[in-house]
């Protein structure tokens, strides 16, 4: 379990993690291999990203599966509002309403109640099992096969539906009558 403690590494992995949260290709791809690294010390010793996942029932008495939830979250909370914030985190006696202001980590500057602090960590713990579970579907060959869909897939879709709409015993009138029978001629002509 020494693996599983707040270093400067692992603090390094989850803020790349969380700096390349963008759309782009690239940069999923960048956040995928951010998440790998931040993940490396938990799969050494035998965790899944599943464990990332709250425990709950005799999940929350499996020794491994706690320690390296809250290792994630320790380090998550360490990148979202610093040490200063992990600790007010984990405080039990504030509640979701308490307010801190943030002098470390991305929120830098900012003051926020715990219970954004909390969502903001959760948020980027899931991001990480999220790309976590994508790699391993994809390794793994379970990934879901796309469908390229072009603009004509779509404007036979779009004809289709409107066809479905005009041709009900009592359709709702939001197709103009002779768009209606337009529809229906293109329709028949495509088929």
Known sequence: MAELSVSKKAIEAALAVDNAASTAEAAVDTRRLAAMQF??????????????AKPTGDDAKNNLWVSVRNWAYDVCATVVCGDAGLKFLRDETT????EMAVTHGKLKGQTRDKKYLQQQVGKLVGLIK???????DTANGNGKDTVERHDCDRFLDAIAKAHKQVSKAKPDGSIPQEYAEAFAEMFVKLK
Do not use: H
């Open 39 to 52: 993940f490396a010390p938990a799969e050494k010793i035998g965790g899944s990203y599943n464990m990332l």
């Open 95 to 98: 509640t979701g309403k308490a």
């Open 130 to 136: 999220a790309d976590l579970k994508k790699l391993d």
